[in-house]
């Protein structure tokens, strides 16, 4: 089921309705990292000169300024994977709605996930996935050697339930979707650590979220064959 998945959401890249969202998307991103970027050298420059013992008085604005544009960098790297996948949450819908019009016409339309709704859920995974990766930090770097599986596995998991989650949320009660989530928790992690692998590539991670919600709804469907099923074949 997951590369039949992956691969018809590979294949819809070029669609139009596709490249709108991922354009959005890409927006988004780079205004929220420079936004974040801005607001702490803002903070910064507000610090102005102290006065230190045997160096005399000091601009640790200047020196703090340097550090927190080295700190931007670094924290955008990291805010990459969790802020991406926040974004594309936004325009769910309208990838699931795609990709459902394209491969699965013969549907019923779905009940679809409120905007609002959509915005709460992907900045509760915002929040789950910054909390628990600062966490694991700390078995990161008890266990360096294994560090990149524990990233992945770690990520893979969180990226797999949530997709998983309001992907099926569209058509399926909260209980219905735990229990099928419950069934098939095994290849929803494993298809989440093969999208979050190349997450971590700045580029590839403006465009893996994309390509995970198209590949968790027809994951979804797949679980419920139905004739034509593109990604059965």
Same mark, same amino acid.
């Given at each position: 089921?997951?590369?039949?998945?992956?691969? =018809?959401?590979? /294949?819809?890249?070029?669609?139009?309705?596709?490249? @709108?969202?991922?354009?959005?998307?890409?927006?988004?991103?780079?205004?929220?990292?420079?936004?974040v970027s801005a607001a702490l050298g803002f903070a910064v420059s507000l610090i102005g000169d102290v006065s230190l013992p045997l160096f005399g =008085? +000091?601009? &640790?604005?200047?020196?703090?300024?340097?550090? =927190?544009? #080295?700190?931007?960098?670094?924290a955008s790297a990291f805010l990459m994977i969790p802020v991406a996948a926040m974004v594309i949450g936004f325009f769910l819908e309208d990838i699931?709605?795609?990709?459902?019009?394209?491969?699965?016409?013969? &549907?019923?339309? /779905? /009940?679809?996930?409120?905007?609002?709704?959509?915005?709460?859920?992907?900045?509760? &995974?915002?929040? +789950? +996935?910054?909390?628990?990766?600062?966490?694991?930090?700390?078995?990161?770097?008890?266990?360096?050697?294994? =560090? $990149?599986?524990?990233?992945? %596995?770690?990520?893979?998991? #969180?990226? %797999?339930?949530?997709?998983?989650?309001?992907? /099926?949320? @569209?058509? #399926?009660?909260?209980?219905?979707?735990?229990?099928?989530?419950?069934?098939? @928790?095994?290849? !929803?992690?494993?298809? %989440?650590?093969? &999208?979050? !692998?190349?997450?971590? +590539?700045?580029?590839?991670?403006?465009i893996v979220p994309l390509i995970g919600v198209a590949a968790y709804t027809h994951f979804f469907h797949l679980l419920q064959p139905q004739p034509?099923? $593109?990604?059965?074949?």
């Amino acid at each position: 089921m997951i590369i039949p998945a992956l691969q =018809a959401a590979l /294949a819809q890249l070029p669609d139009p309705r596709f490249r @709108r969202v991922l354009i959005r998307a890409i927006g988004i991103t780079f205004a929220t990292l420079v936004a974040v970027s801005a607001a702490l050298g803002f903070a910064v420059s507000l610090i102005g000169d102290v006065s230190l013992p045997l160096f005399g =008085a +000091v601009d &640790l604005g200047a020196t703090l300024g340097v550090l =927190a544009g #080295l700190g931007a960098v670094i924290a955008s790297a990291f805010l990459m994977i969790p802020v991406a996948a926040m974004v594309i949450g936004f325009f769910l819908e309208d990838i699931a709605k795609a990709v459902e019009e394209e491969h699965y016409p013969h &549907l019923t339309a /779905a /009940a679809g996930v409120p905007f609002f709704s959509a915005v709460l859920d992907s900045l509760r &995974l915002f929040g +789950v +996935v910054i909390l628990a990766n600062l966490v694991a930090l700390i078995f990161y770097l008890l266990f360096a050697p294994l =560090a $990149p599986f524990l990233f992945y %596995g770690l990520n893979g998991f #969180l990226l %797999g339930r949530e997709y998983f989650s309001l992907v /099926a949320l @569209r058509r #399926l009660s909260a209980r219905e979707v735990s229990a099928l989530r419950r069934r098939h @928790r095994l290849s !929803i992690w494993a298809l %989440g650590v093969i &999208l979050a !692998i190349p997450l971590s +590539v700045p580029l590839l991670g403006l465009i893996v979220p994309l390509i995970g919600v198209a590949a968790y709804t027809h994951f979804f469907h797949l679980l419920q064959p139905q004739p034509g099923n $593109p990604a059965s074949r």
